[in-house]
């Protein structure tokens, strides 16, 4: 199974994600998490952050997921997902796929962020940032919304909401 968790930066989908991973791990060995910012390193961080960069990562990100997919290995995956072909191609090559949509108003984005990343494209200074110069379109059909404008200590009961969404599913 794949647990496809997207948003915005600053949405909280990593640390929801690790949280989904940490509580899946409890029951089952072979389980991955992977996020963006992690397969970029992993990747070598060859790419940039244009659209065609971004496409080229998604494409990636997705392939590796259909992958460990079909060896049984469990993954959960934290990433932006701008693109809608990419979603499509999940639900479609990947045997067991479960999408999250982290969902958070760009006001709180804006409060939360940590890097700076948002004020400074804001400000004209960083270039192609998703929800500011780069759209973000939001899922169409994810299996799941959440929306995380709550405190940080609630990550282990959004994760268990997620567990109890992919269960009813099955």
């Not at 299996?143 to 269960?167: C, H, M, P, R």
Request: aromatic share 10%.
């Amino acid at each position: 199974m794949v647990v496809w968790i997207l948003g915005l930066s600053a949405s909280g989908k990593t640390a929801i994600g690790k949280e989904v991973y940490r509580q899946i791990k409890s029951g089952k060995e072979n389980v991955v998490f992977l996020d963006g910012d992690m397969f970029r390193d992993i990747m070598g961080n060859d790419l940039g952050h244009t659209i065609q960069d971004r496409r080229t990562n998604a494409g990636r990100i997705s392939r590796f997921c259909q992958y460990l997919d079909s060896q049984g290995i469990d993954v959960v995956c934290t990433v932006l997902s701008i693109f809608p072909d990419w979603l499509k191609w999940n639900r479609v090559n990947i045997s067991e796929y479960f999408e999250i949509y982290v969902r958070v108003p760009f006001e709180v984005l804006l409060i939360r962020e940590t890097k700076g990343l948002y004020k400074s494209a804001l400000a004209g200074e960083k270039k192609n940032v998703v929800g500011v110069d780069i759209d973000f379109p939001e899922p169409v059909s994810p299996d799941l919304v959440v929306d995380n404008i709550i405190t940080v200590d609630s990550f282990e009961i959004i994760a268990g909401e997620i567990l109890q969404a992919i269960k009813k599913k099955k």
